[in-house]
């Protein structure tokens, strides 16, 4: 049970709130929607829930779409409107 309440905290709950997972903490960068702010939790776990799979299943292209788009969003970014920016 305490690892599936961590499995919904650490990628949703937390990131949601703010804007930083440990990992995104240690390469000093956050996610923030378009009005700059934390994405809140909704937005999380549309990215976390859908975007990554989706992302994934596309042989890992989804992943690599910031390299040639112009806002540099992945396509799990591009999904709820977020953007990966440095903290």
Known sequence: ????AFLAWYPI?????TGQTLGKR?????????QGKPPGIG???VRFLIGYPLSAAIMGVGFLVPLWD???QA???KLVDTY????
């Open 70 to 72: 112009v806002q540099r």
């Open 75 to 77: 396509l799990d970014d």
């Open 13 to 17: 709950i937390q990131p949601g709130h």
């Open 84 to 87: 990966v920016i440095n903290a």
């Open 1 to 4: 049970l305490g690892s599936l």
């Open 26 to 34: 240690l390469l000093n960068i956050r996610v923030i929607d378009h």
């Open 43 to 45: 937005k999380m776990a």
